[in-house]
C-alpha cells in the first residue's frame, strides 16, 4: 500500500518521499499517510468505492474553497 503511495509521490514531485508516517485512522476503513520530502503531502488508501469517491468529492470542495 505504501509502494502505491511513494509511487505517486514520485511522479506528482518528481522525486521519491523521504519518510512515510502512518497516522491514526478516523473510524472507516481509508488508511491515512504523511508522506514527507521535497513536499509534504497526506497520503490516503481506501478500499470502499462510495467512501473513495465522497472523500474526492469534498477534497476538491475544500480545495476550491481554499
Known sequence: M???LETLYSQFTGH?????????GAGSNRKYFR?????SL???YG?????NRAF?????HFS???
Open 2 to 4: 505504501t509502494q502505491i
Open 16 to 24: 521519491a518521499p523521504e519518510s512515510v508516517e502512518t497516522l491514526p
Open 35 to 39: 508522506l514527507k520530502g521535497k513536499e
Open 42 to 44: 497526506i497520503g490516503v
Open 47 to 51: 478500499t470502499s468505492t462510495e467512501e
Open 56 to 60: 474526492i468529492y469534498m477534497a476538491r
Open 64 to 66: 476550491q474553497k481554499g
